[in-house]
């Protein structure tokens, strides 16, 4: 099975134009919360989405997001969900797109709500967008109930062939490991190495 990958923590129409359509499936963009340096406004967010392929899923990014954020979402034209920290009861119910719930984990085995409405989980490190990996074996003991599960949280070309081989995840999300040495955007030379490198590890392993 091929394994999926998503590019996050796009901040311009040039960075978008690095991501192949036949490589690489999901696209994500932080809104909504300022404290990530990566953060975005919806209007950027649409320029950044038109130059995206349409066989590429725009995903929002977003942290404990209000129904009126997701309102705006939906209403920008994004596929998927992705929601970081609280998740409000009215905000499920609500959406019209489908959800993916992040799961920091903090050192143990991750505690994950079972919400029928949830389309994927994606399970990250403590601290979101660090760059830093976290003990991938505990994840062996949670049982997926139907889901798909997503894989982020310190990833680069270096090391996500080894947590495929490990952890066999739906997705592998990357961000920080695929930006230049100074942080100031995204590499399409590493982004082509993380393909490869996820490519090569589904061919070993199929």
């Known amino acids: 099975m091929r394994t999926r990958i998503k590019i996050c923590g796009l901040t311009s129409p040039e960075e978008a134009a690095f991501l192949p359509s036949n490589q690489v499936?999901?696209?994500g963009m932080v809104l909504f919360y300022p404290?990530?340096?990566?953060?975005?406004?919806?209007?950027?967010?649409?320029?950044?989405?038109?130059?995206?392929?349409?066989?590429?899923?725009?995903?929002?990014?977003?942290?404990?997001?209000?129904?009126?954020?997701v309102k705006l979402i939906e209403e920008a034209g994004f596929d998927v969900l992705q929601i970081h920290g609280h998740l409000a009861e009215e905000i499920p119910e609500e959406a019209d797109i489908p959800i993916i719930r992040a799961v920091n984990v903090k050192g143990r085995v991750p505690v994950i709500e079972s919400y029928p409405w949830i389309f994927a989980y994606l399970f990250d490190a403590a601290a979101p967008g660090s760059g830093k990996s976290f003990d991938w074996s505990c994840l062996a003991h949670i049982s997926a109930q139907g889901r798909k599960f997503i894989l982020a949280g310190g990833?680069?070309?270096?090391?996500?062939?080894?947590?495929?081989?490990?952890?066999?995840?739906?997705?592998?999300?990357?961000?920080?490991?695929?930006?230049?040495?100074?942080?100031?955007?995204?590499?399409?030379?590493?982004?082509?190495a993380f393909i490869e490198a996820v490519k090569e590890a589904d061919e070993k392993s199929s």
């Open 35 to 69: 404290k990530s340096r990566r953060n975005i406004t919806i209007e950027k967010a649409r320029e950044i989405m038109e130059v995206l392929p349409p066989e590429i899923k725009k995903t929002a990014v977003t942290v404990s997001p209000t129904s009126e954020q």
């Open 25 to 27: 499936d999901y696209a």
């Open 155 to 192: 990833l680069h070309p270096f090391n996500v062939g080894e947590a495929i081989r490990q952890v066999h995840p739906w997705m592998v999300d990357v961000s920080s490991g695929v930006e230049y040495d100074d942080k100031q955007g995204k590499d399409p030379v590493k982004i082509q």
